[in-house]
């Protein structure tokens, strides 16, 4: 079955990096397109990033553009997001999702960031 | 962004009995393409979203028929037939029609 799991949260201190991981298993990776979405106390579910399946095509929320980074590793069947120059305003849970023709099926159970000093 | 609103946000129900929550679109979510990208998603208490239903109307594999949506253009409802103790938890539409996509506010369900 498809599974999706995400890892690299913690506490992070605002201005700084972290990079976010997602393994996927039970279905051809390299054949779909990636998401990630993000679930904050303030903003409830906002979708973050989206990149294709081939690595060609990535869209950015404006709220995370010039500062996150997507991408893919499909020799290991997995998804990141690079987070740079964070702000308390990035402090929530993660989740990656596979992609269907305009929305997600699939989702992860989520990394919890928090932005902190 | 297109602005996607719900109401109620909260919805007490009693066990059994119907229940509908409205979405609503700051523009139409037809696509070019002729599809109109709107989901459902339910969240329980502790778990990610799960999708119910996807372009409207589409129930995904092993979601009870007691659900449906409906809807068109800027209008969109999810219908629950008779609520079980089960379905409580935080509904979410979402368009995936206008980059960037987006989501409702939720709808939190819960047994009265």
């Known amino acids: 079955q498809v599974q999706l799991v995400e890892s690299g949260g913690g506490v992070v201190h605002p201005g700084r990096s972290v990079r976010l991981s997602c393994v996927a298993s039970?279905?051809?990776?390299?054949?779909?397109?990636m998401h990630w979405v993000r679930q904050t106390p303030g903003q409830g579910l906002e979708w973050v990033a989206i990149?294709?399946?081939?690595?060609?095509?990535?869209r950015y929320a404006d709220s995370v553009k010039g500062r996150f980074t997507i991408s893919r590793d499909d020799s290991k069947s997995t998804l990141y997001l690079q987070m740079d120059s964070l702000t308390s305003e990035d402090t929530g849970l993660y989740y990656c999702?596979?992609?269907?023709?305009?929305?997600?099926?699939?989702w992860g159970q989520g990394t919890l960031v928090s932005v902190s000093s | 962004d297109v602005v996607m609103t719900q109401s109620p946000l909260s919805l007490p129900v009693i066990l059994g009995q119907p229940a509908s929550i409205s979405c609503r679109s700051s523009?139409?979510?037809?696509?070019?393409?002729?599809?109109?990208?709107l989901s459902w998603f339910h969240q329980r208490p502790g778990q990610s979203p799960r999708r119910l239903i996807y372009k409207v109307s589409n129930r995904d594999s092993g979601v009870p028929d007691r659900f449906s949506g409906s809807g068109s253009g800027t209008d969109f409802t999810l219908k629950i037939s008779g609520v079980e103790a089960e379905d409580v938890g935080v509904y979410y539409c979402m368009q995936g029609t206008h980059w960037a996509w987006t989501f409702g506010q939720g709808t939190k369900v819960e047994i009265k």
């Open positions: 999702a596979r992609d269907t023709p305009g929305s997600m099926d699939y």
């Open positions: 990149i294709s399946y081939d690595g060609a095509n990535i």
């Open positions: 039970g279905f051809t990776f390299s054949n779909c397109a």
């Open positions: 523009q139409s979510l037809m696509h070019r393409d002729g599809n109109t990208y």
